[in-house]
């Protein structure tokens, strides 16, 4: 399964978030579409929060493992809200057709 915990506080909605474990929604050694999808969206949205909204991050990656963390090194900017929100409603639209048992959303206040 995998775990996605989104990290915000009062004062700043998104602080940074972490992306764990693999999907297994698929069959050992058959393409598995729900992870691909998970890490579409994730890797995205790190990406883009970077190079076309020019946010400063902290990133930790595993392949192996399907672990990413990033964290924000400042509030963000109203456009990298915006990237964060869209990242969130996709996992979240994926966790309802999926279900739990492959994906879960979570939010955290730090």
């Known amino acids: ?3 996605v915990v989104i990290r915000g506080t009062k ?8 992306c ?6 698929a069959r050992p050694g058959k393409p598995d579409i729900l992870c ?3 890490s579409i969206l994730v890797i995205n949205t790190v990406n883009s929060l970077e190079e076309l909204a020019g946010e400063a991050l902290r990133i930790s990656t595993n392949e192996e493992t399907g672990f990413i963390r ?3 090194e400042s509030d ?5 809200v915006f990237l964060m929100d869209a990242m969130v409603f996709g996992l979240q639209q994926l966790a ?3 279900g739990e048992k492959y ?4 939010f955290e206040e730090v």
Do not use: P, R, W
Request: aromatic share 12%; hydrophobic share 30%; proline share 0%.
């Open 96 to 98: 309802n057709t999926y």
């Open 70 to 72: 990033c964290e924000m």
């Open 1 to 3: 399964m995998t775990t």
């Open 20 to 25: 764990m474990g693999h999907a297994d929604y």
């Open 11 to 18: 004062a700043q909605k998104y602080t940074g978030f972490t």
């Open 36 to 38: 691909a999808s998970i």
């Open 103 to 106: 994906l879960t959303v979570k």
């Open 76 to 80: 963000l900017q109203e456009k990298s």
